[in-house]
Nanobody
């Protein structure tokens, strides 16, 4: 099993920045892909960014069109720490942000929540206009 814990959420104004962190523990050596998802009230959970940390294509990153160029995903400590740097934040970025992880054999490309069996509890990001 893998445990994930997010931190770093908060409230900012439009154009502000926030950095999220996800600390992984447990059988982290099994993880090949980690990512960030978000869910706004009344909406489906959507993929924000993913990074491949094991297997072919290590280091590859994938972003949702809505955050491309504004958000940067990175991993440290051999995948035990995942970060999301969020710049130029907009009110539509307001959501609960979740860290997710997947072992080898799951797709890192699709961005589907079904490809991630491990989830954190989430951290709230609020952007005011």
């Amino acid at each position: 099993q893998v445990q994930l814990r997010e931190s770093g959420g908060g409230s900012v104004q439009t154009g502000g920045t926030l950095s999220l962190t996800c600390d992984a523990s447990g059988y982290t050596y099994t993880i090949s892909c980690m990512g960030w998802f978000r869910q706004a009230p009344g909406k489906e959970r959507e993929g924000v960014a993913r990074i491949r940390i094991g297997g072919a294509g290590v280091g590859s990153t994938y972003y949702a069109d809505s955050v491309q160029g504004r958000f940067t995903i990175s991993q440290h400590n051999a995948g035990n720490t995942l970060s999301l740097q969020m710049n130029s934040l907009k009110p539509e970025d307001t959501a609960m942000y979740y860290c997710a992880a997947a072992p080898l054999g799951y797709s890192c490309v699709s961005g589907s929540r079904g490809d991630f069996p491990y989830w954190g509890q989430g951290t709230q990001v609020t952007v005011s206009s």
